[in-house]
């Protein structure tokens, strides 16, 4: 991909960046009752959670999965909603910028980080317990659906090398 930038002090530059590979399989095309059931998942997961938290918990379960196409679709989400480009960029390293983020956003992130990556088997007390402390059971039981369902797209994302790229905020709602 070649692309061109205007510079006021040097006038135009031209940056070539690397090819765009195209995905491997386009599983949704192929098990279309799965992605359907898939869609059903996550719009029944996002019932009842602000909708900011539900884009940073997507986020940041996406970039541990190294997701590139729901990080592009959930960071565009986020920015149309009016989330700011600074917790965007934080969310990274939300664990060293807490102040960004609300007690209860980052509960969620810590819940979304130990239900990722199950390291040694399971959730820690302490951490189920610091979001129990901040969701009432109806939400929390949301939140960990919303955790399941972005951590099985991703893994759709990931095996299949889904592009990003191309996705426009509100796209698939």
Known sequence: ??????????G???????????????????APEVYKAMVRL???ARQGLDHTLY?????????????????DMHTKDALAAGESV???VQLSAWDES?????????AALELTEAVTVLTDGFVPDEVYENAAEHFEE??????????????????FGVTCRMVPGHYQPGQYK
Do not use: G
């Open 12 to 30: 135009t530059t031209t940056v070539e960046y690397a090819p765009e590979q195209p995905a491997r399989l386009e599983w949704a095309k192929h």
């Open 86 to 88: 600074e917790r965007i």
């Open 138 to 155: 109806a939400e929390l039981s949301q939140l960990i659906a919303a955790i399941t369902a972005i951590n099985a797209w991703n893994r």
């Open 1 to 10: 991909m070649t692309t061109t930038h205007s510079d006021d002090t040097a």
């Open 55 to 71: 884009e940073l918990v997507k986020i940041r379960a996406s970039q541990i999965n190294h997701c590139a196409l729901c990080i």
């Open 98 to 106: 807490r102040h960004f983020y609300t007690p209860k956003e980052l």
């Open 42 to 44: 996550d719009m029944a």
